[in-house]
Protein backbone atom coordinates (compact mmCIF):
# COMPACT_ATOMS: atom_id res chain seq x y z
CA UNK A 1 0.00 0.00 0.00
CA UNK A 2 1.26 3.46 -0.96
CA UNK A 3 -0.65 5.98 0.68
CA UNK A 4 0.25 9.83 -0.02
CA UNK A 5 -0.71 12.48 2.59
CA UNK A 6 -1.28 16.12 1.40
CA UNK A 7 -0.37 18.70 3.74
CA UNK A 8 -0.12 22.51 4.42
CA UNK A 9 2.03 24.45 6.15
CA UNK A 10 -0.17 26.88 7.96
CA UNK A 11 -0.03 30.15 10.10
CA UNK A 12 -0.82 29.34 13.56
CA UNK A 13 -4.51 30.96 13.95
CA UNK A 14 -4.71 30.91 17.35
CA UNK A 15 -1.94 33.66 17.31
CA UNK A 16 -2.67 35.06 14.06
CA UNK A 17 -4.50 38.63 13.66
CA UNK A 18 -5.80 40.92 11.10
CA UNK A 19 -4.93 43.92 10.53
CA UNK A 20 -7.63 46.88 11.36
CA UNK A 21 -6.68 49.20 9.11
CA UNK A 22 -5.45 47.64 5.87
CA UNK A 23 -7.96 44.21 6.99
CA UNK A 24 -4.95 41.89 5.92
CA UNK A 25 -3.29 39.04 8.19
CA UNK A 26 -1.12 40.19 10.34
CA UNK A 27 1.29 37.35 10.32
CA UNK A 28 4.43 38.98 11.35
CA UNK A 29 5.97 36.98 14.27
CA UNK A 30 3.11 34.07 13.64
CA UNK A 31 5.00 30.68 13.86
CA UNK A 32 3.85 28.53 11.06
CA UNK A 33 2.66 24.89 11.85
CA UNK A 34 1.61 21.58 10.46
CA UNK A 35 -2.43 22.16 9.82
CA UNK A 36 -3.52 20.01 12.60
CA UNK A 37 -5.86 18.32 10.63
CA UNK A 38 -3.02 17.30 8.47
CA UNK A 39 -1.45 15.92 11.70
CA UNK A 40 -4.33 13.38 12.10
CA UNK A 41 -4.11 12.63 8.09
CA UNK A 42 -0.18 11.70 8.34
CA UNK A 43 -1.02 9.38 11.73
CA UNK A 44 -3.94 7.66 10.46
CA UNK A 45 -1.74 6.89 7.34
CA UNK A 46 1.12 5.88 9.75
CA UNK A 47 -1.25 3.31 11.30
CA UNK A 48 -2.47 1.79 8.21
CA UNK A 49 0.91 0.98 6.96
CA UNK A 50 1.10 -0.51 10.56
CA UNK A 51 -2.24 -2.83 9.65
CA UNK A 52 -1.34 -3.43 5.84
CA UNK A 53 2.49 -3.04 5.01
CA UNK A 54 3.45 -0.76 2.85
CA UNK A 55 5.03 3.47 2.20
CA UNK A 56 3.65 7.00 3.37
CA UNK A 57 4.51 9.60 1.64
CA UNK A 58 4.05 13.51 1.94
CA UNK A 59 3.14 16.35 -0.25
CA UNK A 60 2.96 19.56 0.32
CA UNK A 61 2.58 23.26 -2.02
CA UNK A 62 4.28 25.98 -0.35
CA UNK A 63 7.11 28.19 0.00
CA UNK A 64 10.75 26.76 0.97
CA UNK A 65 10.29 27.25 4.31
CA UNK A 66 7.04 24.50 4.14
CA UNK A 67 10.22 21.83 4.21
CA UNK A 68 9.64 21.99 8.00
CA UNK A 69 6.43 20.77 8.18
CA UNK A 70 7.09 18.05 6.18
CA UNK A 71 10.19 17.30 9.01
CA UNK A 72 7.01 16.82 11.09
CA UNK A 73 5.46 14.52 9.10
CA UNK A 74 8.53 12.26 9.08
CA UNK A 75 8.66 13.00 13.08
CA UNK A 76 5.30 11.34 12.94
CA UNK A 77 6.36 8.45 11.00
CA UNK A 78 6.30 9.13 6.83
CA UNK A 79 8.77 7.70 4.82
CA UNK A 80 9.10 10.24 1.71
CA UNK A 81 8.24 14.12 1.88
CA UNK A 82 8.02 16.15 -1.32
CA UNK A 83 7.34 19.83 -1.68
CA UNK A 84 6.56 21.58 -4.53
CA UNK A 85 7.93 25.40 -4.32
CA UNK A 86 8.16 27.95 -7.02
CA UNK A 87 6.77 31.50 -7.68
CA UNK A 88 4.83 30.34 -10.45
CA UNK A 89 2.39 28.34 -7.37
CA UNK A 90 2.21 32.17 -5.63
CA UNK A 91 -0.83 33.63 -5.28
CA UNK A 92 -3.17 30.04 -6.03
CA UNK A 93 -6.27 30.06 -4.90
CA UNK A 94 -8.23 25.89 -4.14
CA UNK A 95 -8.59 25.81 -8.05
CA UNK A 96 -4.49 26.50 -8.38
CA UNK A 97 -3.75 24.42 -5.88
CA UNK A 98 -5.91 21.71 -6.47
CA UNK A 99 -4.55 21.71 -9.96
CA UNK A 100 -0.94 22.09 -9.11
CA UNK A 101 -0.52 19.00 -5.91
CA UNK A 102 -2.80 16.84 -8.77
CA UNK A 103 0.24 17.22 -11.39
CA UNK A 104 2.69 16.84 -8.57
CA UNK A 105 0.49 13.22 -7.44
CA UNK A 106 1.22 12.17 -11.22
CA UNK A 107 5.09 12.45 -11.16
CA UNK A 108 5.07 10.72 -7.58
CA UNK A 109 2.66 7.89 -9.31
CA UNK A 110 4.68 7.56 -12.33
CA UNK A 111 7.57 5.95 -10.17
CA UNK A 112 5.36 4.24 -7.37
CA UNK A 113 1.34 3.65 -7.89
CA UNK A 114 -0.80 5.50 -5.12
CA UNK A 115 -3.62 3.09 -3.56
CA UNK A 116 -4.94 5.65 -1.02
CA UNK A 117 -4.49 9.79 -0.77
CA UNK A 118 -5.42 11.81 2.43
CA UNK A 119 -6.15 15.17 3.19
CA UNK A 120 -6.82 16.95 6.13
CA UNK A 121 -10.92 17.94 6.05
CA UNK A 122 -9.60 21.78 5.87
CA UNK A 123 -6.63 23.73 6.18
CA UNK A 124 -7.09 26.30 9.80
CA UNK A 125 -6.22 29.41 7.75
CA UNK A 126 -8.20 29.19 4.22
CA UNK A 127 -10.78 26.81 6.06
CA UNK A 128 -12.39 26.04 2.77
CA UNK A 129 -12.18 22.09 2.91
CA UNK A 130 -12.07 22.60 -1.01
CA UNK A 131 -8.80 21.24 -2.52
CA UNK A 132 -9.05 17.52 -1.13
CA UNK A 133 -12.60 17.35 -2.92
CA UNK A 134 -10.36 19.31 -6.15
CA UNK A 135 -7.86 16.95 -6.16
CA UNK A 136 -9.77 13.72 -6.37
CA UNK A 137 -11.84 15.04 -9.51
CA UNK A 138 -8.55 16.02 -11.32
CA UNK A 139 -7.07 12.20 -10.75
CA UNK A 140 -10.54 10.85 -11.54
CA UNK A 141 -11.27 9.29 -8.20
CA UNK A 142 -13.88 9.09 -5.29
CA UNK A 143 -13.70 11.57 -2.78
CA UNK A 144 -15.23 10.62 0.63
CA UNK A 145 -15.17 13.35 2.99
CA UNK A 146 -14.81 14.16 6.67
CA UNK A 147 -13.88 9.95 7.39
CA UNK A 148 -13.70 9.63 11.30
CA UNK A 149 -12.66 5.88 10.70
CA UNK A 150 -10.67 3.75 8.31
CA UNK A 151 -12.76 0.29 9.46
CA UNK A 152 -11.01 -2.14 6.78
CA UNK A 153 -9.44 -1.89 3.29
CA UNK A 154 -9.33 -5.02 1.47
CA UNK A 155 -6.20 -4.90 -1.23
CA UNK A 156 -7.18 -7.92 -2.89
CA UNK A 157 -10.53 -6.98 -3.78
CA UNK A 158 -9.15 -2.74 -3.94
CA UNK A 159 -12.23 -1.84 -1.57
CA UNK A 160 -12.29 0.16 1.19
CA UNK A 161 -14.81 0.77 4.36
CA UNK A 162 -14.87 3.81 6.90
CA UNK A 163 -16.78 6.11 8.50
CA UNK A 164 -17.98 9.19 7.17
CA UNK A 165 -18.85 11.93 10.01
CA UNK A 166 -22.82 13.40 10.07
CA UNK A 167 -23.97 15.80 12.26
CA UNK A 168 -26.31 13.09 14.15
CA UNK A 169 -24.02 10.30 13.39
CA UNK A 170 -22.24 8.74 10.73
CA UNK A 171 -22.23 6.62 7.58
CA UNK A 172 -21.06 3.63 6.36
CA UNK A 173 -19.53 3.93 2.60
CA UNK A 174 -17.85 1.39 0.94
CA UNK A 175 -15.44 2.46 -2.39
CA UNK A 176 -12.65 1.31 -4.85
CA UNK A 177 -9.57 2.11 -4.11
CA UNK A 178 -7.53 4.58 -5.10
CA UNK A 179 -9.64 6.77 -3.81
CA UNK A 180 -9.30 10.13 -1.72
CA UNK A 181 -10.16 10.31 2.38
CA UNK A 182 -10.59 13.81 3.99
CA UNK A 183 -9.99 13.10 7.41
CA UNK A 184 -11.54 14.73 10.77
CA UNK A 185 -9.36 15.87 13.90
CA UNK A 186 -11.40 12.56 15.75
CA UNK A 187 -9.78 9.75 13.62
CA UNK A 188 -7.08 9.07 16.13
CA UNK A 189 -4.71 10.66 18.79
CA UNK A 190 -2.07 11.91 17.57
CA UNK A 191 0.99 9.91 19.36
CA UNK A 192 4.38 11.11 20.84
CA UNK A 193 6.69 11.10 17.80
CA UNK A 194 9.48 8.27 19.32
CA UNK A 195 13.22 9.14 19.10
CA UNK A 196 14.19 7.13 16.35
CA UNK A 197 11.72 9.28 13.98
CA UNK A 198 12.83 12.42 15.55
CA UNK A 199 16.42 11.95 14.79
CA UNK A 200 15.65 10.96 11.41
CA UNK A 201 13.22 14.05 10.78
CA UNK A 202 16.23 16.07 11.83
CA UNK A 203 18.56 14.98 9.15
CA UNK A 204 15.77 14.35 5.81
CA UNK A 205 15.55 16.15 3.27
CA UNK A 206 11.98 16.21 0.82
CA UNK A 207 12.49 16.24 -2.31
CA UNK A 208 11.45 19.67 -3.61
CA UNK A 209 10.51 20.27 -7.12
CA UNK A 210 10.09 23.69 -9.03
CA UNK A 211 7.22 23.95 -12.25
CA UNK A 212 9.64 22.83 -14.30
CA UNK A 213 10.16 19.68 -12.63
CA UNK A 214 6.28 18.80 -13.11
CA UNK A 215 5.12 17.28 -16.32
CA UNK A 216 2.38 18.40 -19.31
CA UNK A 217 1.87 21.61 -17.14
CA UNK A 218 -0.65 24.24 -17.98
CA UNK A 219 0.95 27.18 -16.14
CA UNK A 220 -1.74 29.09 -17.23
CA UNK A 221 -3.77 27.20 -14.48
CA UNK A 222 -1.54 27.50 -11.56
CA UNK A 223 -0.77 30.52 -9.11
CA UNK A 224 -2.35 34.09 -9.27
CA UNK A 225 -3.00 33.35 -13.20
CA UNK A 226 -5.06 30.34 -12.89
CA UNK A 227 -7.06 31.48 -9.77
CA UNK A 228 -10.35 32.64 -10.11
CA UNK A 229 -11.31 33.45 -6.46
CA UNK A 230 -11.18 37.15 -5.22
CA UNK A 231 -11.37 38.04 -1.98
CA UNK A 232 -13.34 41.09 -1.69
CA UNK A 233 -13.05 42.24 1.70
CA UNK A 234 -11.63 40.40 5.18
CA UNK A 235 -12.43 41.63 8.87
CA UNK A 236 -12.82 40.62 12.58
CA UNK A 237 -16.23 39.88 13.45
CA UNK A 238 -17.09 42.02 16.50
CA UNK A 239 -16.90 40.25 19.54
CA UNK A 240 -20.13 39.27 21.45
CA UNK A 241 -20.92 41.70 23.96
CA UNK A 242 -21.25 40.12 27.15
CA UNK A 243 -25.15 38.80 28.28
CA UNK A 244 -27.39 39.54 31.03
CA UNK A 245 -27.65 37.92 34.29
CA UNK A 246 -31.23 37.25 34.98
CA UNK A 247 -31.79 37.57 39.29
CA UNK A 248 -34.51 36.28 41.50
CA UNK A 249 -36.69 32.77 41.73
CA UNK A 250 -36.81 30.51 38.59
CA UNK A 251 -40.71 31.76 37.60
CA UNK A 252 -38.59 35.35 38.04
CA UNK A 253 -36.24 34.61 35.42
CA UNK A 254 -38.81 33.13 33.52
CA UNK A 255 -40.61 36.28 33.02
CA UNK A 256 -38.06 38.42 32.55
CA UNK A 257 -36.51 36.31 29.85
CA UNK A 258 -39.98 36.22 27.75
CA UNK A 259 -40.12 39.57 28.08
CA UNK A 260 -36.33 40.31 26.96
CA UNK A 261 -37.31 37.94 23.82
CA UNK A 262 -41.05 39.90 23.48
CA UNK A 263 -39.04 42.95 23.58
CA UNK A 264 -36.37 41.73 21.08
CA UNK A 265 -39.73 41.00 18.62
CA UNK A 266 -41.43 44.03 18.99
CA UNK A 267 -38.20 46.39 18.34
CA UNK A 268 -37.72 43.81 14.90
CA UNK A 269 -41.49 44.21 13.92
CA UNK A 270 -41.27 47.76 14.01
CA UNK A 271 -38.01 47.88 12.49
CA UNK A 272 -39.36 45.88 9.31
CA UNK A 273 -42.37 47.54 8.89
CA UNK A 274 -40.66 50.91 8.35
C1 LIG B 1 -6.56 35.04 -4.75
C2 LIG B 1 -5.92 34.18 -3.70
C3 LIG B 1 -4.54 34.19 -3.51
C4 LIG B 1 -3.94 33.38 -2.54
N1 LIG B 1 -2.59 33.41 -2.41
C5 LIG B 1 -1.98 32.58 -1.53
C6 LIG B 1 -0.57 32.53 -1.40
O1 LIG B 1 0.16 33.25 -2.10
N2 LIG B 1 -0.02 31.70 -0.47
C7 LIG B 1 -0.81 30.89 0.30
O2 LIG B 1 -0.28 30.13 1.14
N3 LIG B 1 -2.15 30.90 0.20
C8 LIG B 1 -2.76 31.73 -0.70
N4 LIG B 1 -4.10 31.75 -0.81
C9 LIG B 1 -4.86 30.81 0.02
C10 LIG B 1 -4.95 29.52 -0.74
O3 LIG B 1 -5.89 29.59 -1.77
C11 LIG B 1 -5.49 28.43 0.13
O4 LIG B 1 -4.87 28.46 1.38
C12 LIG B 1 -5.18 27.08 -0.50
O5 LIG B 1 -5.75 27.01 -1.79
C13 LIG B 1 -5.74 25.95 0.30
O6 LIG B 1 -7.08 26.17 0.56
P1 LIG B 1 -7.57 26.02 2.02
O7 LIG B 1 -6.58 26.68 2.89
O8 LIG B 1 -8.97 26.44 2.10
O9 LIG B 1 -7.41 24.43 2.20
P2 LIG B 1 -8.51 23.35 2.45
O10 LIG B 1 -9.17 23.01 1.18
O11 LIG B 1 -9.35 23.73 3.62
O12 LIG B 1 -7.50 22.18 2.85
C14 LIG B 1 -7.95 20.84 2.96
C15 LIG B 1 -6.76 19.94 2.87
O13 LIG B 1 -6.16 20.02 1.58
C16 LIG B 1 -4.75 19.84 1.69
N5 LIG B 1 -4.06 21.07 1.28
C17 LIG B 1 -4.54 22.33 1.24
N6 LIG B 1 -3.58 23.18 0.82
C18 LIG B 1 -2.48 22.44 0.58
C19 LIG B 1 -1.15 22.72 0.15
N7 LIG B 1 -0.76 23.96 -0.13
N8 LIG B 1 -0.29 21.69 0.03
C20 LIG B 1 -0.66 20.42 0.30
N9 LIG B 1 -1.88 20.09 0.74
C21 LIG B 1 -2.78 21.09 0.87
C22 LIG B 1 -4.49 19.52 3.16
O14 LIG B 1 -4.58 18.14 3.35
C23 LIG B 1 -5.65 20.21 3.85
O15 LIG B 1 -5.94 19.66 5.12
C24 LIG B 1 -4.74 32.54 -1.74
C25 LIG B 1 -6.12 32.56 -1.91
C26 LIG B 1 -6.71 33.36 -2.87
C27 LIG B 1 -8.19 33.33 -3.01
Known amino acids: MHILVCVKQVPDTKIIKVDPKTNTLDRRGVPAILNPYDTHAVEEAVRLRARYGGKVSVLSMGPPQA ?19 DRAFAGADTLATSYALSRAIYRIMKVEPIDLIICGKMAIDGDTGQVGPGIARRLDIPPLTGIKKVVEINKEKRRIIVH ?15 CLLTVEKEINEVSYSPLPNMIRAARYKPVVWTV ?6 DRSQLGLKGSPTIVGKMFTPPKPQGGKRLEGTADQQVEQLVNALLKEKRELFVQGGR
Open 67 to 85: VVAIKKCVEIGADEGYLIS
Open 164 to 178: RKLEDGYEVLESSIP
Open 212 to 217: DDLEDV
